[in-house]
């Protein structure tokens, strides 16, 4: 069994390359007690590109991204991303790698401001390190650039005006949107996103999207996405993984697998 930090073996590192892979799991089982929740999964993300997996309740879709992102150890199977094995790393150490998770209802810090909430996302602040915070001038520069970041990302996404508001004040949407915006600020190069429209309206929930697609263009940002809302989900997506009991029945462009009569009979089953 390979060690945790273990490159793949050469062969794969070129197919990979060949294909820009990277995120894939390989043969993933999970189970509890005697429910098989992920049965001999294996899917791949290329860089740069919207990944959705969708499929009826229980089909095992959360399961899943709870092995990729440490949250769960499989029974067997392996995870890779970034051609390094990182079945088994503790979640803190998948996201150090640039592999981030976000949740269905945001958790961001309510009694902080916006602001507030992209500055604390920044990973290795200089400030907080009692010596390299004697050094005054070397962490106020810091300081200074990370706001300058901070800012540039909530414009992006249209939330600067509200800067000092505080987080609790936002609608839904925006909460959602800040979400993602402190994600990016903690270095997430791939973000693994648990239904990233629930409870939106369709408007705003068709902005979300349209930003997700602006930073995978403009910033090569990387996305894995469960999403329920398929009607708007999949103008926007690449690729889409379809589940049910736990094993993947259909792979493809969006069309192409919502028209499978496999999938539609796991819809009306499920």
């Known amino acids: 069994m390979a060690s945790l930090s273990e490159p793949r073996p050469a062969m794969m590192l ?146 600067d005006h509200l800067w000092d508001s505080p987080a609790s004040n936002l609608s839904g949407g925006q909460m959602k949107l800040l979400d993602v915006a402190r994600t990016l600020m903690s270095g997430a190069e791939t973000m693994l996103m648990d239904e990233p429209i629930a409870g939106v309206n369709p408007a705003l929930a068709h902005e979300i999207f349209s930003y997700l697609v602006k930073l995978k263009n403009e910033m090569k940002i990387t996305f894995l996405i469960i999403e329920h809302r398929l009607e708007i989900a999949t103008r926007y997506v690449d690729w889409v993984y379809a589940m049910a009991r736990g094993r993947i029945i259909s792979q493809g462009k969006p069309k192409q697998v919502l028209e499978d009569p496999l999938v539609i009979e796991s819809y009306l089953e499920g």
């Open 14 to 159: 070129e197919e990979e390359k060949e294909e820009d892979v990277v995120l894939e799991t390989s043969s993933v089982r999970k189970t509890f007690g005697g429910v098989v929740a992920v049965d001999d999964v294996s899917i791949q993300v290329k860089k740069g590109t919207i990944t959705m997996i969708i499929g009826p309740n229980g089909s095992g879709k959360t399961t899943l991204i709870n092995v990729i992102s440490g949250f769960y150890l499989p029974d067997r199977g392996r995870v890779y991303y970034k051609n390094i094995d990182i079945t088994g790393m503790p979640p803190h150490k998948i996201f150090e790698l640039g592999l981030v998770r976000t949740f269905q209802i945001p958790r961001l810090f309510h009694n902080l401001t916006v602001l507030e909430n992209m500055l604390v996302a920044y990973p290795g602040n200089p400030g907080e390190n009692i010596g390299v915070s004697l050094a005054k001038k070397r962490w106020l520069k810091v300081e200074e650039e990370v706001v300058e970041k901070a800012f540039r990302l909530l414009k992006f996404f249209n939330l």
